[in-house]
């Protein structure tokens, strides 16, 4: 079986006796389950990726086609792991971020894409404003098709359903 398809069907993968798992913490010593190694996608899938993505999206930017990580092991655990998108809520509120206005978003900061109900879908950090254009860029993962500089509004269709937030843990 191919395990990297059906991680969430292992019992145990990612909690706190899965040899594989990463020791990660948030401020307040919740142990945040995680998964690695996943196993490399084809360099050709990757590349099939970007040419998908890069048509949907003429401004995207490849920074790398590693599948190894997910766009929340991307922003919490420094690309060395993966992280369900459902622990993000309890990541954020553990590590003192704060939801801003965008107007007030700065380099480093977060976006939390949400679906139609409000549940986080997607998590990337901004990396650009340009405030003469009004245009903010992300840099995020898109799920095991690699990582990418986009535009904050353009993203895959999974993770475009609902709005987005920013975040900080800024002391503002």
């Known amino acids: 079986m191919d395990t990297r398809r059906y991680d969430g069907l292992i019992i145990g993968k990612g909690e706190i006796n899965d040899p594989q798992r990463l020791e990660l913490h948030t401020k307040r ?13 084809p360099p050709e899938a990757m590349r099939d990726a970007f040419d998908r993505h890069k048509a949907a999206h003429p401004s995207l930017k490849m920074r790398n086609l590693d599948s190894t990580y997910n766009c929340v092991g991307l922003v919490f655990a420094s690309r060395r792991t993966v992280i369900d ?6 990541i954020l509120s553990d590590d003192d971020y704060k939801s801003i206005a965008v107007p007030n978003a700065q380099r480093g900061d977060l976006v939390v894409y949400e679906d139609q109900n ?4 997607h998590i990337g950090i901004i990396w650009a404003l340009d405030p003469q254009f009004g245009t903010c860029t992300v840099l995020s993962q898109w799920g095991e098709d690699g990582e990418y500089f986009h535009l904050i509004d353009q993203v895959p269709t999974q993770f475009s359903r609902g709005r987005h937030t920013i ?6």
Do not use: D, H, M
Not at 167 to 172: G, L
């Open 167 to 172: 975040w900080t843990e800024r002391q503002i």
């Open 29 to 41: 010593r919740f142990s945040i389950p995680n998964a690695r190694p996943r196993l490399p996608r």
């Open 85 to 90: 998108i459902a622990f993000v809520r309890k």
């Open 118 to 121: 409000g549940e986080p879908c």
